[in-house]
């Protein structure tokens, strides 16, 4: 990570989460915050024009989400439009409304009482079912707080922003922005957004990235240090802000800026070479696919494919479960932007720190990591699992598409999940309905069960992908999100790289293709060892491609062997990486810098 100069003062620096990867310099805009008021209503008439009155809101609000998703620019994806199908959802839910009309005449609070505490029922909800060290808790609870923001608005008539645009290159500073808000910022000299709230994968995180608009996510405490009209620098790829720059801070951010518009031009076009050793061993880079919106970003990347479509998504940000038209539509957008390359779609990976509220009361509220996850969750309630297979089956004529199931730990599991695959097929051609046969259809292997099972499963699978990850989880017996264990997460741990040789080696005997979509992918040092102990196919996420694919070309297959076989024989984590990081600071040293 590349700190701030050491002549910028640290109480000058707020660090969060870059969204983007260029430097803006403009003067800042701190909009009021929103607030209302909590009262009680004196009588029943008043309570019913109340009720008039959120239900105007209401109706207000759903012309708005609709106006702002039709007006997005076109060439966006169709999943950015789908953020605010979301809000929709809850406006729409007959659930919600009656809530907030028990609380406005039953209780004889006012709208805006009524539509917080309503919401607040939903937080609630999130947070009974959800680890609340998850990115997904913290992602939909940043939604609720974004839809009372929106209320809020209506009911109180304020605007937050200027409708006739900014006067000079200016840095939105908020504690909240909503999607609408954001599609209805004027364009002109708006130069990038700063949030207290929110996170990368948040919807108003996602929408910057699509709209190409600077961004710096999560900033503690930035509002109360910013005024209007200050002079502000945003550093969307460190994620960093400073307030009142001076000169000397001036001077090397517009350095930077120009640095990393270059970076980024020779980075797209150098990730588009073959990702091929120095000796002539050819490696596949594909990457790994959480939202429809990034399937640009892979192929401009560089990427050969899609590796790991994680599916969980489209179930997590509603309260409804999506309709299989709507998975549909989802799987063939991304089978024909990448075709004819390959994705691997994942079947749902819910459990764990990913429970969506629509099916919330199916899980069990302890140790969800080894409850009912992933596959054995789909077995367990297959019209939920049907459905998908529909939509993915359907999608499969599109394109290049293949099928991974994840969690496997027995042989059980992948007979059922191939006996439904049949079902299904054979349902929808009894509909006319077509699909393609003969789609492959692989596992994760990220339990220790599975890479002791490796032979057998191969006689079952066209092909594996090593979950990295979870394999680390649960071999080493640590929960990857606890920050107490933090330090015992150890990718290169001895235990870790044997299993992958011996799930490697599985797959050259049998002739079972495998790839590895786990983080470890994505880290030039363990990609060394990978590489060297025979993967020939790594997923990750799309901004490591050029870096992978350029360890690739500049490396010699033979001395990632040798690298390999020194750590395959190594007693601690530490001894195992040594080796490989001395080789890369002395030979490629801006692969572990990038």
Not at 105 to 122: C, G, I, K, P, Q
Not at 243 to 271: C, H, K, N, W
Not at 483 to 500: E, T
Request: hydrophobic letters at 45%; a negative charge.
């Amino acid at each position: 990570m590349l700190l701030p100069p050491p002549f910028v003062p640290a109480e000058t620096v707020f660090r969060g989460i870059g969204v983007g990867s260029s430097v803006v310099m403009g003067s800042a805009y701190v909009p009021e915050a929103l607030t209302a008021e909590r009262r009680r209503l004196p009588d029943v008439p008043s309570a019913e024009r109340e009720v008039d009155r959120f239900l105007a809101a209401k109706g207000r609000l759903e012309e708005d989400f609709l106006a702002a998703r039709d007006g997005l620019p076109e060439g966006l994806d169709a999943a950015d439009r789908e953020i605010f199908d979301i809000y929709l959802s809850v406006l729409r839910e007959p659930g919600f409304r009656k809530r907030v009309q028990d609380l406005i005449l039953d209780r004889r609070l006012n709208t805006e009482a009524a539509v917080s505490d309503a919401l607040a029922y939903y937080r609630v909800r999130i947070a009974s079912r959800l680890d609340p060290r998850s990115e997904y808790l913290v992602d939909r609870a940043d939604d609720i707080d974004q839809l009372l923001d929106s209320f809020t608005a209506v009911l109180t008539g304020r605007e937050r922003f200027p409708k006739g645009g900014f006067s000079e290159r200016t840095v939105v500073v908020v504690r909240n922005l909503t999607p609408v808000e954001l599609t209805a910022l004027p364009r002109q000299h708006l130069g990038g957004i700063v949030t207290e709230n929110g996170s990368p994968t948040s919807h108003t995180a996602l929408l910057a990235q699509a709209l190409e608009i600077p961004a710096v996510m999560g900033v503690a405490g930035i509002v109360s240090h910013a005024a209007s009209g200050q002079r502000v620098i945003l550093d969307a790829a460190e994620g960093h802000v400073i307030l009142d720059p001076d000169r000397d801070a001036r001077g090397f951010y517009e350095i930077r800026s120009a640095s990393l518009a270059t970076r980024q031009r020779e980075i797209v076009r150098m990730a588009h070479l073959p990702a091929v050793t120095l000796d002539g061993a050819a490696v596949e880079v594909c990457g790994n696919l959480q939202l429809v919106d990034e399937i640009p970003a892979i192929m401009s990347y560089g990427g050969d494919g899609v590796g790991l479509y994680r599916t969980e998504m489209a179930y997590l940000s509603r309260i409804t479960l999506p309709p299989e038209e709507e998975l549909f539509g989802s799987y063939r957008r991304v089978i024909e932007a990448a075709a004819p390359r390959p994705v691997t779609i994942r079947t749902l990976d819910l459990g764990a720190d990913k429970i969506p509220l629509s099916l919330g009361t199916t899980f069990s509220a302890e140790n969800q990591a080894l409850g009912l996850r992933a596959i054995r969750f789909c077995l367990k309630h297959r019209e939920v699992f049907r459905v998908q297979l529909r939509a993915i089956l359907r999608a499969s004529v599109h394109g290049n598409l293949r099928i991974m199931i994840p969690m496997v730990s027995n042989m059980e599991e992948v007979e059922e999940a191939r006996a439904m695959l049949a079902e299904t097929a054979a349902e929808l051609a009894a509909e006319g309905l077509p699909s393609r046969e003969g789609i492959p259809v692989g596992i994760m292997v990220e339990v220790p069960a599975a890479v002791f099972l490796a032979a057998e499963l191969a006689a079952r699978c066209d092909f594996f992908s090593i979950g990295t990850n979870d394999l680390i989880q649960y071999s080493i017996a640590l929960d990857r999100t606890n920050p107490d264990v933090a330090d015992l997460y150890q990718p290169l741990h001895p235990s870790i790289l044997r299993m992958i040789k011996t799930v490697l080696d599985t797959g050259r005997r049998t002739g079972t293709p495998v790839s590895i979509c786990g983080g470890m992918a994505a880290d030039p040092v363990s990609a060394s060892l990978l590489i060297g102990m025979g993967a020939r196919a790594l997923s990750l996420p799309y901004f490591n491609i050029p870096r992978i694919k350029r360890l690739v070309r500049v490396s010699f297959l033979s001395d990632l062997r040798k690298l390999a076989a020194d750590a395959l024989r190594a007693a601690t984590a530490a001894e195992a990486g040594s080796a490989v990081r001395s080789w890369l600071k002395s030979k490629h040293s801006d692969l572990l810098a990038a």
